[in-house]
């Protein structure tokens, strides 16, 4: 059963900490993303990375940076952690097309206090 | 307006009724069609998927796409609690590795 697997459930981080957030998959696939969830607002896309070393904005990067070394590993960072980034955080994987759909990971709820 | 609309809901409705979601879109060039159902603090996971027009059922699912409209639905017959859930729809195009995402529909089935 192919997965991605995000590396905590839940997560309590303190203002101005730096967060890292790591996202697994064993699936061989090229493209990997991060997006965060909230009400109302729906999934919305941080960045996402179509091959080793390789990085793109999504629509909401500011605060936020990525590094993706090895294909099977993707990391979200939050350099400074702000409460604004309290939210549901999913990493989700997919093949070179788009059509395969994306598989995604159970999910991080992070909580900045 | 967002390239993908589709009606946050919730929408509630008695268990065995049919329901219909839907999602509407504003890009043409949109080929792949797609409906996620995620489940409350779990990921997405993919629930039916579309290339270009028509239908395509699976069971107690039925999705459709009318290019012609911009218009796409998920029907669930003989709906059952284990149905509440958010559903998602997405979008893509050849030659783009992103899907872009509906806001998602809360869906709740009574007993």
């Known amino acids: 059963d192919v997965k991605v697997t995000q590396s905590s459930r839940y997560l309590v981080k303190r203002t101005g900490e730096k967060v890292f957030l790591e996202c697994v998959q064993d699936m061989d696939h090229e493209n990997m993303f991060w997006y965060r969830q909230d009400p109302g607002l729906g999934l919305r896309l941080i960045y996402f990375s179509y091959d080793v070393k390789m990085k793109e904005k999504g629509d909401i990067p500011e605060g936020y940076s990525v590094s993706r070394e090895k294909k099977e590993r993707f990391s979200l960072i939050l350099e400074s952690a702000s409460t604004n980034q309290t939210s549901m955080y999913l990493c989700a994987s997919s093949l070179a097309e788009v059509g395969y759909g994306y598989t995604f990971g159970s999910g991080t709820r992070l909580t900045v206090v | 307006q967002k390239e993908v609309e589709q009606d946050p809901g919730p929408l509630s409705v008695p268990e065995g009724a049919i329901v219909s979601l839907n999602c509407t879109y504003s890009?043409?060039?949109?080929?792949?069609f797609m409906w996620y159902r995620q489940y409350s603090r779990k990921g997405p996971e993919l629930l039916m998927y579309t290339y270009s027009s028509g239908n395509k059922e699976d069971g107690r699912f039925t999705a459709q796409v009318d290019k012609s409209s911009k218009y796409i639905s998920l029907f669930i017959r003989d709906s059952q609690p284990s149905d509440s859930a958010t559903y998602l729809c997405?979008?893509?195009?050849?030659?783009?590795?992103?899907?872009?995402w509906g806001a998602g529909t809360k869906l709740i089935i009574k007993p």
């Open positions: 890009n043409s060039a949109f080929q792949y």
């Open positions: 997405a979008m893509g195009m050849d030659s783009n590795y992103q899907l872009i």
